[in-house]
């Protein structure tokens, strides 16, 4: 099953803050985050861990309530380069297998 | 390094018509996948695989066969194509660790007509 991601779409001015939200009904082992740009593949961004490890490459924050079973990313004064579509996977046990959400797609005006 | 390399870039094919899609990576990895990406829908696993050798159905098997005859390779099949399988098709390959990022290649775009 597709985690869920919320918002569908947001619009932000620059300078502006976001929050998008994954949450799913199964269990999760760990929370993957991807940032895709239009007609580009996805990049990675996080990955949280259960029991509070983060694994990261950029200055954006994220939690991880294991017991909600949900993720959030926080993206803090925002540049035009965060432009895009957000995704998040979750994986949920001993496998190898990410499972997509839908996606966010977010858009930084000047 | 190149990273994660996809042949071809771009492909039109008729409804009935078999392709071989080309995913290379020149990382050592152990983990590659193939996904699909459509509209709203977001990223679907279709196939991956741990190992040479070795290959697993992802969510969205149904209409595509995949083999890893060499560790840096990894080949997505359509037999027979359908217009649902117009798509964006994307190549991951990871390391032998569970939790490790998934580095992307460029995709394929497929149209079946």
């Known amino acids: 099953q597709q985690p869920v991601q919320s918002p569908q779409a947001v619009i932000l001015r620059e300078g502006e803050d976001a929050v998008i939200n994954c949450s799913s009904s199964?269990?999760?082992?760990?929370v993957h985050w991807y940032r895709q740009k239009h007609g580009e593949a996805p990049v990675f961004l996080m990955i949280?861990?259960?029991?509070?490890e983060q694994k990261g490459h950029e200055k954006i924050s994220a939690s991880f309530n294991e017991k909600k079973q949900q993720s959030s990313l926080y993206l803090t004064a925002s540049q035009l380069s965060y432009s895009g579509t957000y995704f998040c996977g979750s994986r949920g046990g001993s496998n190898y297998k990410l499972t997509f959400g839908k996606g966010t797609l977010l858009t930084v005006n000047p | 390094n190149a990273g994660v390399t996809q042949t071809p870039k771009f492909r039109v094919l008729k409804t009935g018509q078999s392709m071989t899609l080309l995913c290379a990576q020149d990382m050592n990895h152990e983990y590659m996948y193939w996904y699909r990406q459509d509209p709203g829908m977001g990223l679907r696993l279709i196939h991956y695989s741990v190992g040479e050798g070795t290959t697993a159905k992802g969510e969205v098997p149904d209409g595509y066969n995949v083999s890893r005859l060499k560790k840096q390779n990894f080949l997505l099949g359509l037999e027979s194509a359908a217009p649902s399988q117009t798509s964006v098709y994307f190549c991951?390959?990871?390391?032998?660790?569970?939790?490790?990022?998934?580095?992307f290649g460029p995709g394929t775009r497929l149209t079946v007509l």
């Open positions: 949280l861990l259960k029991g509070g």
């Open positions: 199964k269990a999760l082992y760990s």
């Open positions: 991951a390959s990871s390391y032998p660790v569970r939790e490790d990022e998934q580095f």
